[in-house]
C-alpha cells in the first residue's frame, strides 16, 4: 500500500526544524514517504528577528532531502498552529485519505514511519480507532503488557484517516454541550478524576486560547473512540529550546528512551486498555494537578503535547490581575515560568538568534545543551559544563571558578547564560570563561539586570549580583581586553515590571517587550571574543 504522506508544521524555530527533519529521514520509509511542509508566515508586530528566522525555517523546508516529494506551502500572514493544523491536516486527508502529522519540535524514533503506517493499514477499517500516537510520556514500558488504545490522541507525532477526521467539529460550544448531554464529559476529565481537559475546552470557547488539539480531543470522546499507541514511545517532544525557564534541570525527555526497534502492531480489539488510562490518570494528577514542588514546574510543563502547555496554569482563573493593573502581589514568585515563557528568557533567545552564526564547532554550555541545540549548526560538537551530578559523554564536572577544571583554550564558543549571578567571585568565573576559549573563541553571556531574587538559587548556592551594562563591559573588558566585548541591552521599564510580577512573555504586548530602553535593563547580553 501507498505510505501515509506527511504533514509537518513549521514557523519560526529553524534548529527545532533542521533536527526533526534529519531525524525523520533517517526512517527506512522516509523515501517513499510524500513530505507536506506548512510553513506559517509573520505576525503583523513580528520583529527582524522573527523574519529572519521565518525566511530560515523556509529555506530549510525547501531544501528537506531523503523523501520521495517534498512540497512547501507558504503562508502570507500568520494563521496560528490551530488553523494551520486543522487546514494542513483536511488538504493532506481530503487529497490521500490519510496523513501522519508532525510538530517541528518532534524527535522521532528512526521506526517511527514504519510504525504509524503500519498502523494505518491494519486499522484502517476499524471505525472505533480515531488515530494513532506516538509519544507515550506518561506511561512507563515496564507497566504495559504490550502497545495500547487510549482515549486521548496524541498531538505531537500523530497519524489518522480521512474518516476520522471528517468528523472534527470546530466549535467548541457544540462540542461541550454534547459531551453534557451524552454524559460523556466525566468520560473526558478521566471518568471525573482530572478535570484537565474540561478546564482547557471551556478556556478555548471563552477565546482564552486557540487550541485544535483540545477540540480533536474532544472530539474523539464525543465520537467514543479509542486511539492506539506503542509501549514504547517513538516520539519526544523537544521543543524547549524556545520555551526555556530559569530552571536548569535536565529536561524531562531525557528520562525517556525512543523505541530502539520496531514494534510490532498487532490487529487486536480496539478497547481502551485499563492500565494506561490508570497511568496517565497517576500521571496528570501528580503533574497537571499539583503534587510537585517550585524546583520541579519546569518540568511539568514541558511535559505536555503541543497546544497543552503554558497556557493552563495562566487561564485557570480569568479574575487574575493584569500588567496595567501595579498594587498586587506578583502573579507568580517564579518568573512566570508556571504561566509560560519567563520575559527574560524571550531576551536570551533573541541575543542568541542574532549570535546563531558564532555558535559553531566545539561548544560548551552551562548545565544542558538546549540553546546549543536549537541556536548551533551543523556540526556542533556540544559539551555541558555541571556544577554537581556526575560527568559522562558530552558532560563535565567544573567550576567557573575552578580552572583546573576548565577546558584549556579548547572552545569555539561558551554559552553561559544567566549565570554570574549566582557566582559571587564573577569576575574569577569570567577569566575562567576566558582560560576555556581558544583564540579568536567566542563567549556568549547573559546576566541579570533588573530581576528579582531567584529563591530557588539563593537558598541552594546564592544569588549575588545584578548588573548594568556599565559593570558588565568592564567586567569583561578587564579580562579580555577593550575592543574585544560587546555589550546589548534588552527590555524597558514596561519589560521589568512585567517579569517582576511574575507575567510570562504570552501574557505581554511583543511591541513593548521589543522597546529598549537603556535606563531599565533587564537582560545584558555579552560577546566577548578571546584574542
Known amino acids: 500500500m501507498e505510505r501515509a504522506p506527511i504533514v509537518i508544521f513549521a514557523y519560526k524555530r529553524p534548529q527545532a526544524l533542521q533536527r526533526m527533519l534529519v531525524g525523520l529521514a533517517a526512517n527506512d520509509l522516509a523515501g517513499e514517504s510524500r513530505v507536506i511542509i506548512f510553513c506559517d508566515g509573520p505576525k503583523a508586530n513580528a520583529t527582524d528577528h522573527d523574519h529572519r528566522s521565518i525566511a530560515e525555517v523556509r529555506e530549510l523546508a525547501k531544501g528537506a532531502a531523503g523523501f520521495a516529494h517534498v512540497d512547501v ?275 536570551i533567545e533573541n541575543f542568541l538568534g542574532d549570535s546563531r552564526s558564532e555558535i559553531t564547532g566545539h561548544v560548551m554550555e552551562i548545565e544542558d545543551p538546549t540553546y546549543t541545540q536549537q541556536f548551533g549548526g551543523p556540526g556542533v560538537r556540544s559539551e555541558v559544563l555541571r556544577f554537581k551530578g556526575s560527568a559522562g559523554a558530552g558532560i563535565r564536572l567544573g567550576d567557573l571558578t575552578a580552572h583546573e577544571s576548565l577546558p584549556d583554550a579548547e572552545l569555539d564558543a561558551f554559552i553561559c547564560t544567566q549565570t554570574l549571578n549566582f557566582i559571587y567571585d564573577h569576575q574569577l568565573a569570567v577569566r575562567g570563561l576566558y582560560k576555556s576559549l581558544k583564540p579568536g573563541g567566542v563567549a556568549l553571556v547573559s546576566v541579570a539586570g533588573l530581576v528579582q531574587i531567584s529563591r530557588y538559587d539563593a537558598e541552594r548556592w546564592g544569588d549575588y549580583w545584578r548588573f548594568t551594562p556599565n559593570s558588565a563591559l568592564r567586567m569583561f573588558e578587564d579580562v579580555f581586553g577593550k575592543g574585544n566585548v560587546e555589550v546589548t541591552c534588552f527590555g524597558n521599564s514596561y519589560a521589568a515590571t512585567c517579569l517582576i510580577k511574575g507575567f510570562a512573555t504570552e501574557e505581554c504586548d511583543r511591541r513593548l517587550l521589543d522597546s529598549v530602553d537603556a535606563d531599565y535593563p533587564v537582560v545584558i547580553g555579552i560577546k566577548a571574543r578571546r584574542k
Not at 507515550?136 to 497519524?159: E, I, T, V
Request: with cysteine.
Open 73 to 347: 506551502i507558504e503562508a502570507l500572514a500568520n494563521k496560528g498552529l490551530a488553523a494551520s493544523v486543522i487546514d494542513g491536516v483536511t488538504h493532506a486527508c481530503d487529497r490521500f485519505g490519510r496523513t501522519i502529522v508532525v510538530e517541528d519540535d518532534a524527535v522521532v524514533s528512526p521506526h517511527f514511519l514504519r510504525f504509524m503506517n503500519e498502523a494505518l493499514d491494519t486499522f484502517a477499517a476499524v471505525e472505533r480507532v480515531f488515530s494513532v500516537g506516538s509519544w507515550n510520556y506518561f506511561a512507563p514500558p515496564d507497566d504495559l503488557q504490550g502497545n495500547f488504545f487510549l482515549r486521548y490522541p496524541d498531538s505531537l507525532a500523530w497519524a489518522t484517516w480521512k474518516r476520522s477526521w471528517d468528523l472534527f467539529e470546530k466549535d467548541g460550544t457544540k462540542l461541550l454541550t454534547g459531551l453534557k448531554e451524552q454524559g460523556l464529559l466525566d468520560h473526558l476529565d478521566a471518568d471525573g478524576e482530572v478535570s484537565y481537559f474540561s478546564e482547557m475546552l471551556k478556556a478555548q470557547i471563552k477565546g482564552h486560547i486557540d487550541s485544535w488539539a483540545i477540540r480533536w480531543t474532544a472530539n474523539c470522546i464525543l465520537q467514543g473512540k479509542v486511539n492506539y499507541f506503542p509501549q514504547v514511545t517513538m516520539s519526544l517532544n523537544k521543543g524547549f529550546g524556545a520555551d526555556a525557564t530559569h530552571e536548569t534541570t535536565s529536561d524531562h525527555n531525557a528520562e525517556l528512551q525512543l523505541a530502539a526497534d520496531m514494534i510490532p502492531v498487532e490487529p487486536v480489539e480496539a478497547l481502551e486498555t485499563p492500565a494506561a488510562i490508570a497511568a496517565w490518570i497517576k500521571y496528570a494528577k501528580y503533574h497537571f494537578e499539583g503534587g510537585h514542588d517550585t524546583s520541579i514546574k519546569a518540568l511539568v510543563w514541558r511535559k505536555l503535547p503541543l497546544g497543552l502547555r503554558q497556557w493552563y496554569i495562566r487561564v485557570r482563573k480569568t479574575d487574575q490581575p493584569v500588567p496595567e493593573q501595579l498594587a498586587f502581589d506578583p502573579v507568580s514568585r517564579v518568573f512566570g515560568i508556571d504561566r509560560g515563557k519567563p520575559v527574560d528568557r524571550y531576551y
